[in-house]
């Protein structure tokens, strides 16, 4: 029989970053700062066997990230990114009457890949400030037989924060899954991680990519109760995390101090940006609509003429995220903070 491709994949186009030689990047929150110790690094790959299969659980690594956290490490799956792993769970944990759950205004991942394993699934609205009442999401869970909910908290693009004690009220109020994406709690101090172990409905997502400074080495973890990480393990590809990043994010993980001071230098440095912002946004209220209050490494702002100001940075080798009636910007160093905040005024002032 003639092979065709399935009705819920024909007109897919592949992902598009923003591709070129831009001198300041903030298009993609990863972090600024690279590892500067690159001979502690070296030096302990000189002595790794790739001709030998990665070990399939990752002990050395979960160990480290357990460590880190303060989690069990017995509670941790590796993944290549967290991306991986929420490909996983999409395309593997649910029935064919299930239904998922996603926000609007939320990781855009989550919905292209409910779209590519035909999972049905619904959108769910935030408020008008594009905040979370988790009593109203709680009783649309209930009313609406939702399977599975996934959101990222803080959440990318809003950079706004869930309260830990609103997102255990989730949790408990209901029997659905909750695939928390935690990618940007390191920045924000409301991680509900030391609470994994007392749910059966609960996965939580963190990636590597942002706080920890590894984008690069694409690595992440799914942290769950023992149950649950048995069956993750038991469905992921054995040898998934290969050698090189097992022991990089090995390494790195176990280096707490450096990460944490990096954490602090971003948080920083973010919090200048969004005083840069607010800035603009009194200086040019016709324009810069709302900067949102940000608990992430990013500031994420509604503009009229969103795009026009993408579009003029970009000619100034700055790149920054352009979505719409939105703007969402990384922060980066204080000097590049400076150069994005500079040049981003003229462009208003000429508009
Ligand atoms: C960046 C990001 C990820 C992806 O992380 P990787 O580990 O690089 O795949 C996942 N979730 C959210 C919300 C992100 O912003």
Redesign the pocket.
Known sequence: MKYTIPNNLVGMTPYKPIIGDFKIRMD??ESYINIDDMNMILKELNRLELNRYPDPYAKKLCSAFAKYYGVDESLITAS?????M?ALIFSTLFKSNNKVAVFEN??S?YEVYCNIYGINYTVLKKQDDLTIDVKKVSKEIENKNITALIF?NP??PTSIGLKREDVLYLVKNTDALIIL?E??MDFWDNSVIDKVSDFDNLII?K????AIGL?GI???FAIANEKITNLIRAIKSPYNVNVLTQKVGELVLSKKEMLKNACVEIIKNKNELQKMMNTLKEEFPNIILNVYNSKTNFIFIKTRYSKIIFENLLKNSIAIRYMGDYLRINTSNTYENEVLFNTMKEILKNL
């Open positions: 993609a929150n290549n990114g967290s991306d991986e929420i939320d990781f991942m990222s959440c990318n994406d990618a940007y997502l990636t590597c990519s942002k984008a694409r690595l992440g």
